[in-house]
């Protein structure tokens, strides 16, 4: 029985070594690689929900979040951090051992025993007497209790440190989200650029290839200069040069766009029609400073690092502790020589280990450099933190300035190719010349949607340099209609925000041609509801050639008022005036008649909704003219409406503005000479008799019912 057994046992242990020989590197097969590939594209290629209208901005954010494989990938780094430590946290338990086994011997452990003498046993008796105190075949079973102090104290800081190991999982998780809507941004308004554009592109290269041709011809039959050829082809030659360049850059817009909410390359999709509207930022730098070092993502990584460093101090002060085992135990044995089969065993232990004397306070060093590293890092990356914030905030106002500049290029543009076509039509400008302006004037688009595109992209790195959620942590509703409105709440929360609508809106509700344009002796005054762009309203005006005002016309921004003596044979002026609202730019075009300015007298009565509405001839305030002069001059004022009597001349100038910018009327403040303390009186000039009742019936309007006429 002992030769079968020793020879079972030499058969097993061939089978092992055999089998741990023939395991060689196998390479992955072909058509393994082959499904694999095919089950990747399926799943990648899948549209959980279909692209059945156009793509807002919102919708696109909320896309890339939830089909992003980034985010994916982020969210599962997440999940496991959160198993990671749920398991750190069983080991805090103390530890219950079951075990059972059997054992089997072909004989017994039969044994004899002898006297002990003089450090020495005695031999046995020829004929020793064997005893047996255990079974051939045995069974036993054990429950063993099992509680280490020190271990428990190191698994509970663990445990600790693998929870802020979760939180850093998450911040990074909001960093990634803070990347793909910072990327999305950008990308979605130069995808809208290239829609834009794109289509226009290749027609128009075409045209400047066939103008390129022409010229040379021009040039090779001495049509007109050679120098002039020349600059014309150079001009031809720098615009195709931007256009391709420009072409390069947008024709990949789309796709960076498309790989960010997670869709294939060739897959199709629409963008909505959207209003360029100019974002706000509803917090000054002290905020967002505040706001960045509170919320930003790396800061708070650190801050979690930096505690997981201080519990590593903790855990170096455990591990020198001595040791306390305690065990308790519950056993079962089957053995017919033992009186009692079942019975429990209890004990502990302490031990401790010498050498950490010296090995500990080197740990616990370690830990605390560690501790002062974290804190360092977290300066420095406070410090670039604050920095980021500025960088940004001032790329934003640049980025600001840029699409302003770009706008007014377009604007200048647009009309200048329109005066070239017009031109053309009465044979002053050939084809080439067209041709010239309206590549320009493409490039002049392209050059304005870039900039709203880098405008949008340094909008949104400073919310990220911020820090700030656009996606609620206790959203429930993770649908792409429930995270785009989401999205939008959260934004439309820290102010005034950018905006993809479809169908824009027009922003010129009141053009100023339809207002009558003339000047005045009191100049012009255009309405407040000229433009729909938001509140405050910031206005500039200039000619619609783009050069500045002439010297002898000055405009107002605060009363909305264009003023000034023209010259005598001019008649007319071409002006332009842009407003600039926190959700939106809009310009109107009109002409301003000079007639009026020219007739120093006279009183024009408007009625309106609101009041009625007196244009007066500018006084002479400074010749004062008696009662009997005056009815022989008509260009001096012979009476006087006063409005109101107040004590403080910044009161009384502040009425006078008010009453100008409502009714249109002159007022004048004068000072009464006989009174102690003085009032200042607002008064509006009379030029005749019949001006008076106007004159009070629009200030009834403004609710002044106590005005009244006097001479002085």
């Known amino acids: 029985m002992t030769v079968n057994l020793v020879r079972k046992i030499f058969v097993l242990m061939l089978i092992a070594v055999v089998s741990a020989c023939a395991r060689a590197p196998e390479p992955l097969q072909r058509s393994e690689v082959n499904r694999e590939l095919q089950s990747d594209l399926d799943q990648l290629g899948v549209i959980v929900d279909p692209l059945d209208s156009p793509v807002t901005l919102y919708q696109a954010i909320a896309r890339a979040i939830l089909y992003n494989r980034e985010y994916k990938l982020s969210a599962m780094e997440a999940a496991l951090s959160q198993r990671q430590y749920d398991l750190a946290k069983t080991n805090i338990l103390p530890a219950l051992t079951v075990s059972a086994g059997y054992s089997a011997r072909d004989k017994y452990a039969a044994s004899a025993s002898t006297t002990f003498t003089n450090d020495d046993p005695d031999p046995l008796p020829a004929s020793p007497a064997y005893s047996v105190s255990q079974d051939k075949n045995r069974s036993t079973a054990n429950a063993t209790f099992t509680w280490n102090i020190l271990d428990f104290g190191l698994s509970y800081v663990r445990a600790g440190q693998s929870a802020d190991r979760r939180m850093i999982a998450i911040e990074r998780q909001r960093k990634v989200v803070h990347n793909i809507v910072r990327e999305v941004t950008s990308s979605y308004w130069r995808a809208i650029a290239a829609d834009n554009l794109l289509d226009e592109l290749g027609p128009l290269l075409r045209r400047v290839e066939a103008a390129l041709e022409d010229s040379r011809r021009i040039e090779r039959r001495r049509l007109s200069s050679p120098l002039e050829a020349l600059i014309y082809q150079k001009e031809l030659l720098e615009i195709r040069r ?56 790396e800061l708070m990584e650190a801050r979690y690092q930096k505690r997981i460093n201080k519990s590593e101090v903790r855990a170096a002060l455990l591990s020198m502790m001595p040791n306390l085992n305690l065990t308790a135990s519950a056993n079962t044995d089957d053995s017919d020589y033992q009186k009692y089969n079942e019975y429990t065993e209890m004990g502990a232990q302490v031990s401790y280990n010498l050498m950490s004397v010296f090995s500990g306070p080197a740990n616990r060093e370690v830990a605390k450099a560690s501790v002062d590293v974290a804190e360092e890092q977290r300066l420095a990356m406070a410090m670039a933190v604050v920095s980021q914030v500025h960088i940004a905030n001032m790329n934003f106002v640049q980025s600001r300035q840029d699409y302003a500049v770009a706008e007014e290029y377009l604007d200048v543009s647009k009309r200048l190719t329109k005066q070239t076509r017009d031109a053309q039509r009465v044979a002053k400008f050939g084809e080439l010349e067209v041709i010239r302006q309206e590549a320009s004037l493409l490039l002049a688009n392209l050059r304005r949607d870039i900039a709203f595109a880098e405008l949008q992209n340094s909008f949104g790195t400073v919310y990220a340099s911020i820090g700030l959620d656009v996606v609620p942590s206790n959203l429930n509703d993770m649908s792409i209609s429930g995270l785009s409105n989401a999205i939008t709440e959260s934004l439309q929360t820290w102010g005034l925000k950018y905006q993809s609508v479809v169908g824009a809106g027009q922003r010129v509700i009141n053009p100023i041609a339809e207002q009558d344009p003339i000047l005045g002796a009191n100049g012009f005054v255009f309405a407040a509801n000229t433009f729909s762009v938001g509140q405050p309203v910031k206005y500039s005006i200039g000619m619609q050639d783009g050069t500045a005002l002439p010297d002898w016309l000055s405009f107002d921004e605060s009363l909305r008022r264009i003023s000034g003596t023209p010259p005598k044979r001019q008649m007319q002026l071409s002006l332009r005036v842009i407003a600039q609202g926190p959700e939106a730019r809009a310009t109107d075009s009109f002409i301003l008649q000079l007639d009026d300015a020219r007739k120093g007298s006279g009183l024009e009565i408007e009625s309106t909704a609101r009041a009625p509405t007196a244009k007066l001839a500018e006084p002479k305030p400074a010749k004062q003219a008696s009662p009997a002069s005056s009815k022989k001059s008509t260009g001096q004022a012979s009476r006087f409406v006063q409005a109101k009597a107040l004590s403080s001349r910044g009161k009384a100038q502040g009425y006078a503005d008010k009453i100008e910018q409502q009714t249109g009327m002159k007022a004048f403040v004068r000072k009464t000479k006989r009174r102690n303390p003085p009032l200042y009186r607002v008064i509006i000039p009379a030029f005749a008799r019949q001006d008076i009742p106007p004159i009070i019936q629009a200030l009834k309007g403004m609710g002044i019912d106590d005005s009244f006429v006097t001479r002085d």
């Open 242 to 297: 931007t256009l391709h360049t420009q072409q390069r850059s947008l024709m990949t817009a789309k796709l960076e766009l498309a790989q960010l909410m997670g869709l294939l390359p060739g897959q199709q999709f629409t963008l909505a029609k959207v209003e360029y509207i100019i974002p706000e930022i509803a917090m000054n730098i002290s905020l967002m400073e505040n706001t960045a070092l509170m919320s930003r993502p």
